[in-house]
């Protein structure tokens, strides 16, 4: 029996072409990335170019290329889907709320690759009337490097304080992360109401924590590559005594130590007072824009907020810590202060007393006397500033003299 065959214009059989170009589909299909297909798709082709040099075999040719595209398409396409699903994260929200006091902590973005930084913000609102003490900077953030922080306080429309903090931080490591519960204490100014619970300076709220997913560079499946193993290390060369440079050490400590602590004691009583001043300056400008009190109950509440806001200020000025106390121990607690001069103690005395007979007497004071009354506090804040101001410079030379 005699076998036939079709061969190609060189002598070179058409059945092997076609079984290398179904070979090189096969390997398309099961390496979907490419890689595999596209080394197939390669030698089919080189095959048909040496059968057929001029392209008379157009068909074996197109179809090797055919399965080469299709290999680069697909691996192509992986990245840019990766690149979707993170550009698609948006951010996180955790509301907290106890009584007068709202917290919202946002994190976005919520899906990154180690190296990118993401932003934390803590909003704080609290109802007018209300002291609030933000966290301390990087309370609870250690873990993170910062790389940014911008803290914010404002009064809105309706009096309300809102405190903003707003960190750019950059994660150390891959893998699962998070921020942890954050601390806001806050005290209750209001009429009527308990400044803080029995025992304690403040209420506190504590935040929920926030999950989130650090992605890493290193792709899926990757082996790590090991270098060889090193050879044993040289012997330690012979030191002296150790003594003399741990001596040398303690006794440096010892004398930076008392410098450094009363600079760091100083600067903090310097950022107590401005912050002092920035809050109690806007409570009066809230007190002073609402309409002026027409009745006897609406000023007996004009006065109690106006008495309040001085109280809270020289409690946080001066340090004192004295929420409980009638005006007269009140008193006699400020006058102990250095920074407080003759003139001030007169007006705390002056001013004090008069808010009390409103409050407790039922005076009803004349306009005059409540546009007295505000002008006579922001006199006060201002003076009182500027002493702070320059009470924490002194400070400060004083202690890089010694």
Same mark, same amino acid.
């Given at each position: 029996?005699?076998r036939s065959?079709t061969?190609?214009?060189?002598g070179v059989?058409?059945a092997?072409?076609?079984?290398?170009t179904?070979?090189?589909?096969?390997?398309?299909?099961a390496?979907p990335?490419g890689t595999a297909?596209?080394?197939a798709?390669?030698?089919?082709?080189a095959?048909a170019?040496?059968?057929?040099?001029?392209?008379?075999?157009?068909l074996?040719?197109?179809q090797?290329?055919?399965?080469a595209?299709?290999g680069n398409?697909n691996?192509?396409a992986a990245?840019?889907?990766a690149?979707?699903?993170q550009a698609?994260?948006g951010?996180i929200?955790?509301?907290?709320?106890?009584g007068p006091?709202?917290?919202?902590?946002?994190?976005?973005p919520?899906?990154?690759?180690?190296g990118?930084?993401i932003?934390?913000?803590?909003?704080?609102?609290?109802?007018?009337?209300i002291?609030?003490l933000m966290?301390e900077?990087?309370q609870?953030?250690?873990?993170?490097?910062?790389?940014?922080f911008?803290p914010?306080?404002?009064?809105?429309?309706d009096?309300?304080?809102v405190?903003?903090?707003?960190?750019?931080?950059?994660p150390?490591l891959?893998?699962?992360?998070?921020?942890?519960?954050l601390?806001i204490?806050?005290?209750d100014?209001?009429?009527?109401?308990r400044?803080?619970p029995?025992?304690e300076?403040?209420?506190?709220l504590?935040t929920?924590?926030?999950?989130f997913?650090?992605?890493s560079?290193?792709?899926k499946?990757?082996?790590?590559?090991?270098?060889?193993?090193?050879?044993?290390?040289?012997?330690?060369?012979?030191r002296?005594?150790?003594?003399?440079w741990?001596?040398?050490a303690a006794?440096?400590a010892?004398?930076?130590?008392?410098?450094?602590?009363?600079r760091l004691?100083a600067?903090?009583?310097?950022r107590?007072?401005r912050s002092a001043y920035?809050?109690?300056?806007?409570?009066?400008?809230?007190l002073?824009?609402k309409?002026?009190?027409?009745d006897?109950? &609406?000023?007996d509440a %004009?006065?109690v907020?106006? *008495?309040?806001?001085?109280r809270s200020y020289? +409690?946080? =000025?001066?340090e #004192? /810590?004295?929420p409980e106390? &009638?005006?007269?121990? %009140?008193?006699?607690v400020? *006058?102990?202060?250095?920074?407080?001069?003759g +003139?001030h =103690?007169?007006? #705390? /005395?002056?001013f004090?007393?008069?808010?009390?007979?409103?409050k407790f007497a039922?005076?009803?004071p004349?306009?005059?006397d409540?546009e007295s009354a505000?002008?006579?506090?922001?006199?006060?804040l201002?003076?009182?500033?500027?002493?702070?101001?320059i009470a924490?410079t002194?400070?400060?030379e004083?202690?890089?003299?010694?």
């Amino acid at each position: 029996m005699t076998r036939s065959a079709t061969f190609t214009a060189t002598g070179v059989p058409l059945a092997a072409l076609a079984l290398l170009t179904l070979l090189a589909g096969v390997a398309t299909a099961a390496d979907p990335v490419g890689t595999a297909g596209a080394h197939a798709a390669n030698a089919a082709a080189a095959a048909a170019n040496t059968a057929n040099p001029h392209g008379t075999n157009a068909l074996a040719s197109g179809q090797a290329n055919s399965a080469a595209a299709r290999g680069n398409t697909n691996s192509a396409a992986a990245p840019s889907n990766a690149a979707a699903s993170q550009a698609s994260a948006g951010p996180i929200e955790k509301l907290t709320e106890r009584g007068p006091v709202t917290v919202t902590v946002r994190l976005e973005p919520s899906a990154l690759m180690i190296g990118d930084t993401i932003t934390l913000t803590v909003e704080a609102v609290a109802e007018d009337g209300i002291e609030l003490l933000m966290p301390e900077f990087g309370q609870a953030l250690d873990r993170f490097a910062i790389r940014e922080f911008v803290p914010k306080q404002s009064v809105d429309a309706d009096g309300r304080t809102v405190s903003t903090q707003r960190y750019t931080l950059e994660p150390p490591l891959s893998g699962p992360q998070s921020i942890p519960p954050l601390l806001i204490e806050f005290v209750d100014r209001r009429p009527g109401q308990r400044a803080a619970p029995e025992g304690e300076d403040t209420y506190e709220l504590i935040t929920e924590r926030i999950a989130f997913e650090v992605g890493s560079i290193v792709p899926k499946g990757a082996v790590d590559d090991l270098k060889p193993e090193r050879g044993p290390l040289a012997p330690l060369r012979e030191r002296g005594p150790l003594w003399p440079w741990l001596l040398a050490a303690a006794a440096l400590a010892a004398a930076a130590v008392p410098i450094a602590w009363r600079r760091l004691a100083a600067a903090r009583a310097a950022r107590l007072r401005r912050s002092a001043y920035d809050l109690a300056r806007a409570r009066l400008d809230a007190l002073v824009a609402k309409p002026r009190p027409a009745d006897e109950q &609406t000023i007996d509440a %004009f006065f109690v907020e106006l *008495s309040a806001i001085i109280r809270s200020y020289l +409690e946080r =000025r001066f340090e #004192l /810590r004295a929420p409980e106390l &009638t005006t007269e121990e %009140f008193l006699a607690v400020a *006058s102990g202060s250095p920074d407080l001069t003759g +003139e001030h =103690r007169s007006f #705390l /005395r002056d001013f004090l007393r008069r808010a009390d007979m409103v409050k407790f007497a039922r005076f009803i004071p004349a306009p005059a006397d409540i546009e007295s009354a505000l002008s006579a506090a922001s006199r006060f804040l201002d003076q009182t500033r500027e002493s702070a101001t320059i009470a924490a410079t002194a400070t400060l030379e004083s202690s890089a003299h010694a």
